[in-house]
C-alpha cells in the first residue's frame, strides 16, 4: 500500500520559516519524481516544487523561487519543503505527491500517480 504523509505545517507570522516533511511508504522512492502542490481557500490546486528522482533538477514555481528550497533523501524515503520568508499569501494546504512516469512536465498535477493527505500552512500578516 503507497502512502505518502506530510507532515510540519502549522501557524506562522510573515517573514518566519516553515519546514515541510513527506515520508513514502510502499513504494520504490528513489524512481520517483516528487513534488509540492498547494491549494488555497477557494482556489485551484497550483505546482509549488519538483524535484527528480535523484536530486536534480529541481522545478519551482516563480511565486516561490529564492524562498523555498525542495530536497530529498533517498536513503530516509523522504522529501522536505524548506520555505522562508512566508508570505500570507503562501497560506493553503500543503500536498506532496509522486510520480513514476519520466513523461509530462514537473507543474502538471495530472502526471502523479499519488497523494499525500495534506498539511496546513498558514501565514498571517
Known amino acids: 500500500q503507497v502512502q505518502l504523509v506530510e507532515s510540519g505545517g502549522g501557524s506562522v507570522q510573515a517573514g518566519a520559516s516553515l519546514k515541510l516533511s513527506c515520508e513514502a511508504s510502499?513504494?520504490?522512492?528513489?524512481?520517483?519524481?516528487m513534488a509540492w502542490f498547494r491549494r488555497g481557500l477557494g482556489e485551484e490546486r497550483e505546482f509549488v516544487a519538483a524535484i527528480a528522482w535523484s536530486g536534480d533538477p529541481t522545478f519551482y514555481a516563480d511565486s516561490v523561487k529564492g524562498r523555498f528550497t525542495i530536497s530529498r533523501d533517498n536513503a530516509e524515503n523522504t522529501m522536505t519543503l524548506q520555505m522562508n520568508s512566508l508570505k500570507p499569501e503562501d497560506t493553503a494546504v500543503y500536498y506532496c505527491?509522486?510520480?513514476?512516469?519520466?513523461?509530462?512536465?514537473?507543474?502538471?498535477?495530472?502526471?502523479?500517480?499519488?497523494w499525500g493527505q495534506g498539511t496546513q500552512v498558514t501565514v498571517s500578516s
Open positions: 510502499g513504494l520504490t522512492f528513489s524512481r520517483l519524481a
Open positions: 505527491a509522486a510520480r513514476t512516469s519520466k513523461v509530462g512536465f514537473y507543474y502538471d498535477s495530472g502526471t502523479y500517480n499519488y
